[in-house]
């Protein structure tokens, strides 16, 4: 019998690769996708759509229930921190699996900085890192961080890389803080000052069930989609990657969830870039939901680690056990309103004349 799924998010980028690689597992799936945006759910490739209000509206989740129960569904997968945010809460009680960590770990893993706070305290690499508590405090900050020639500067809670800049004096980011409150409202104290990484930027992905580790995937960033328009010149979205491996970027991120909870569960993406000394360093771990490029950890290697998580939440069993599926020898490309492109090395220059010459 097909596994029924209900996937938020859909016909955007992220859910669209989820899907795909769902559909690249071996079990046979009846996808539905759900989204308040009409005009992003006309583009979801998901077996049956349904329009639902916003995620803040009241009547967000009895439309939830009810497309759960009219579709039979077996396991619902947020696709966003908000979701993620909103169905641990307790009391939220859903006709369907799911298969997020506790609340208590999604709350602390969507602040950046108590993360760093809680990381650093169990010996977990990550950056020097402190909290700004007004525009008087950069100044204090930055004599802490002089050892650094630069900064990173970031706002603590969100995804793709909102707020971040890389600063070399302490008026620069006075300035861009400054700006932010401002213009968009986001006051000082929801940015962080933290020495800033030099090396190479990692990407993990990794499947917990009850404290055990049983799946991990491992990816580089090249380059960044968007990333000459962002005065940071980097995002956290790649444009280009290859698949690596680096053990100790999967010992990092496996003592990163055994200091947040013993009995871990779900899915666990981890930003890791290395510091001056060559060690990879926790940024953060978008907990509960899967990189929006998780094409990189699912069609490639022996795993497909998307399809691996909808077996293990659905209690089937999976003969794994702190699994390393380093497929070496991959890269992917992405860009707007294209495919993401899967091409071994091999691959890369079939059909391509070189006229440079």
């Not at 999604?106 to 760093?116: A, E, G, M, T």
């Not at 860009?335 to 059909?351: I, Q």
Request: contains cysteine; aromatic residues 8%; hydrophobic residues 40%.
């Amino acid at each position: 019998m097909k596994a029924r799924l209900l996937i938020t998010g859909a016909g955007t980028a992220a859910t669209s690769n989820l899907i795909r690689s769902l559909r690249a597992g071996a079990d046979a799936l009846f996808i539905v996708g759900a989204h308040s945006d009409r005009f992003f759910l006309r583009k979801s490739s998901a077996d049956a759509n349904y329009l639902l209000p916003d995620l803040t509206h009241p009547r967000f989740f009895p439309a939830l229930r009810r497309v759960l129960a009219k579709e039979r569904i077996d396991l619902l997968i947020p696709t966003t921190d908000a979701e993620v945010r909103a169905l641990v809460r307790p009391g939220r009680r859903l006709p369907c699996r799911l298969f997020l960590p506790r609340k208590a770990v999604v709350d602390l893993c969507q602040d950046k900085y108590r993360l760093n706070v809680r990381l650093r305290s169990r010996g977990v690499p990550v950056p020097a890192t402190y909290p700004v508590s007004g525009l008087g405090a950069i100044d204090k900050i930055f004599r802490r961080l002089a050892d650094h020639e630069r900064v990173w500067c970031r706002i603590r809670v969100g995804s793709g890389s909102m707020g971040a800049i890389p600063v070399k004096r302490a008026e620069q980011a006075r300035s861009w803080i400054a700006y932010w409150d401002e213009m968009r409202g986001v006051p000082a104290t929801s940015f962080t000052l933290s020495e800033f990484l030099p090396g190479r930027d990692f990407s993990c992905q990794a499947l917990w069930k009850a404290g055990e580790l049983i799946l991990t995937k491992t990816c580089e960033r090249l380059s960044y989609f968007g990333g000459g328009s962002q005065p940071s010149g980097i995002s956290s979205v790649s444009q280009l990657a290859k698949t690596v491996r680096e053990p100790r970027v999967v010992e990092v991120c496996a003592a990163a969830i055994r200091a947040l909870d013993r009995r871990a569960s779900g899915t666990f993406n981890f930003d890791l870039r290395e510091n001056a000394r060559g060690v990879p360093c926790i940024t953060e771990i978008n907990v509960g939901r899967f990189a929006s490029g998780t094409n990189v950890f699912d069609l490639t290697g022996q795993h497909n680690l998307a399809a691996t998580f909808v077996r293990v939440a659905l209690g089937r069993r999976v003969d794994l056990h702190e699994e390393y599926d380093a497929a070496e020898g991959y890269y992917t490309v992405r860009d707007l309103d294209t495919l993401t492109g899967v091409f071994r090395t091999d691959e890369l220059f079939d059909r391509i004349v070189d006229a440079r010459e």
